[in-house]
């Protein structure tokens, strides 16, 4: 059985001082992918940056966009290359589009 767990809040900070918000993971899979649910007509650019801010705010370096709106499931994976020390400005991103 696959360890999940739904709906994990991340707080987003820029620095030690600036608070900028909370992200809200769908699913998290064994603490190394993050799941996030989708039902719209196409993934767009503003949800792979909603996942990728999911992945610099968490550290975690690869998931999944998954899109439940059409009968063929839209399944798009990203995989962020974090440098050690976690600096988000030198991120090389991979993303590939799948179908179910």
Known sequence: M???LRSIAYLAL?????????YIID???EKRVID???TVEKIDNVH??????YLKASGIQVGLL???KHPKVEIKRMVMD???GHDA???AISATNLAV
């Open 89 to 91: 400005k030198s991120v």
């Open 66 to 68: 998954i899109n439940f």
């Open 36 to 38: 996030e649910l989708k």
């Open 2 to 4: 696959v360890p999940l």
């Open 27 to 29: 699913i998290l899979v």
């Open 82 to 84: 974090l440098p050690e």
């Open 48 to 53: 792979e940056s909603q996942l990728l801010n």
């Open 14 to 22: 820029v620095s030690l001082k600036k608070f900028v918000g909370e």
